[in-house]
């Protein structure tokens, strides 16, 4: 079973993912863009600290065993996300969904190593799940705003 403290601020964690998919969808809805700015920039630079913030949760993992693997493993969402910073504007939704993605991928690998808990990966595969159709979202509103009956 999933902590609930974990649960809770995972899915709170969401929250800002969520609203830049709203925003990105419906404009109107905007009402941080004079304290923050765009929601574009807000979903991009929460995805990057984010991954960043998860690429620290697997160095606590590799720090469970003697091996080099799971520091080395470690580090690639913090580097991917460096270099996501320095894509154009208009491709760092996807490498964001390819760094969630990537993300994903090593969670099992530490995961499937005994490293990580028990629950780790019900709880990363409901997330990931929700961060990267969100940022699918931020990425193509416009298909979006095309399938909705409004």
């Known amino acids: 079973m999933i902590p ?7 899915l709170m964690g969401l929250l800002p993912f969520v609203y830049c998919a709203l925003v990105m969808v419906w404009p109107d809805f905007d009402i941080v863009r004079p304290y923050w700015g765009a929601a ?28 080099p693997w799971g520091y080395i493993l470690s580090v690639l969402p913090a580097l991917w996300g460096f270099f996501i910073a ?36 019900r709880l990363r595969l409901i997330l990931t799940a929700l961060v990267v159709s969100a940022l699918f979202i931020c990425d193509r509103p416009a298909l979006i705003r095309s399938l909705l009956p409004i």
């Open 86 to 121: 320095t894509t154009p504007q208009n491709m760092s939704f996807i490498s964001l969904i390819y760094g969630f993605g990537g993300l994903l991928i090593l969670d099992f690998w530490f995961w499937s190593q005994g490293l990580a808990p028990v629950w780790w990966m």
């Open 40 to 67: 574009d920039n807000i979903a991009q630079i929460y995805g990057l600290v984010i991954l960043c913030f998860m690429a620290g949760a697997l160095w606590g993992f590799a720090t469970k065993t003697a091996r």
């Open 4 to 10: 609930p403290g974990a649960l809770f601020l995972g």
